[in-house]
């Protein structure tokens, strides 16, 4: 059964295109600094925002039409597993994500749940050997269902802990069973709505606790999946503990857990937490822990995560920019958790939304390519900081200055004046020229 039976496979017509379900920029086969398009921009579809969100919000109900909403049950299960895989036939997506909740009804019972995810599993898993399509990543959902009202990994219940536990053995399973390359963890409801009430250190012992036990878990397993954490500030806790990439990379290293594990970053999140999303790119970059990209944007206006498809260059530009100087992205892809807005509610918006995604992260990667290639900031980043390439500052970066040395070297040359202007202002116009251009 086709789902989209009037919409074909989406091709590459180039900028000048009118039509509006083909690409203006992104071709596959492209080659951008020495690899293909396809290769430095593993796109992936997000099962929950492509195929189960239903467009209601806090204020209103569902507004989606989809194609499978003549189903029920495990029978709207397998038919999205039907779509989902159409969908990425013509869209060219090569990968997918989800959360385990996302792919199958929970059930009544654990052991229900578990049986309806083997089901859904055996499906999938016969459309990807016939499609050469691959999981990105998948995930546990422990932050939907009220069990997890006080966390999951965070709770204060043993039991729901445990529950939390069995989810993501389970997830382990499935993803090394479908060939996952990466694991996330998100968490959605891992922190607190008031101190007063929490024992912080127990909480974040036992994230810890479970991460090693699943770290161990999947070396049991012979699962060589990357591990991701996605950080994200706020919403629905007060204060979630993995608010951003600083504060993540920190928890990783205090439990040992920094040789394990990488971040998968979204830009909606940063945006939460105040951060750019080139920011947050930058600190996983210099820390060697920039695992993966969630691929949307927020509304700089709403204070909440609005999981809009990325359409700002400025920011792809940039965005790519940190991927290439990281040289990729390894085992990671570019994931959109990304969601059509309330009022697009055709089964078309998808492909419309997903083009404008896939065409804007096309363009940035071209731009940033050629930032690189032309070293465009590099001049301007050199002789700011030239003044430790030589003498006293070349003493400093190399370790053979003491408090006592550089007190010394100060007193004999008083009232340091600064050298060398940022010129933000021309590296702006730089990068619009580059963008524009």
Known sequence: MAYFENIGKVAYEGSQSQNPFAFKFYNADEV???????????????????????????FGDTT????????????????????????????????????????????????????????????IETHMKSTGKKLLWNTANMFTNPRFVHGAASTNNADVYAHAAAQIKKGLEVGKRLGGENYVFWGGREGYMSLLNTDMKLEQDNIARMFHMAVDYAKEIGFDAQFLIEPKPKEPTKHQYDFDAATSIA?????????????NLEANHATL??????????????????????????????????????????????????????????????????????????????????????????????????LIEDGAFDKVIEERYSSFSEGIGADIVAGKTTLASLSEY???NENPRPNKSGRQELLQAVLNQYIYG
């Not at 709403?302 to 992205?329: A, I």
């Not at 807005?341 to 071209?366: P, V």
């Open 32 to 58: 951008v600094a020495g690899k293909k398009m396809s290769e430095h921009l593993k796109f992936s579809m997000a099962y929950w925002h492509t195929l189960t969100a239903e467009g209601n919000d806090p």
């Open 64 to 123: 989606a039409i989809r194609p499978w909403h003549s189903y029920k049950g495990m029978d709207m299960a397998k038919a999205r597993v039907e779509a989902g895989f159409e969908f990425m036939d013509k869209m060219g997506l090569e990968y997918f994500c989800f959360h385990d909740i996302d792919i199958t009804p929970e059930g009544s019972t654990l052991k229900e749940f578990f049986a309806n995810i083997d089901t859904i599993v055996d499906l």
């Open 251 to 263: 928890f990783l290293q205090k439990y040992n857990l920094d040789k394990d594990f990488k971040l």
């Open 273 to 370: 937490a105040g951060h750019t999303f080139e920011h947050e790119l930058r600190v996983a970059r210099i820390n060697g822990m920039l695992g993966s990209l969630d691929a949307n944007q927020g509304d700089m206006l709403l204070g909440w995560d609005t999981d809009e498809f990325p359409v700002n260059v400025y920011d792809s530009t940039l965005t790519m920019y940190e991927v290439l100087k990281n040289d990729g992205l390894g085992k990671g892809g570019i994931n959109f958790d990304a969601k059509v807005r309330r009022d697009s509610f055709e089964a078309d918006d998808l492909f419309l939304a997903h083009i404008a995604g896939m065409d804007t992260y096309a363009k940035g990667l071209k731009v940033a390519a050629k």
């Open 410 to 412: 100060a007193m004999n």
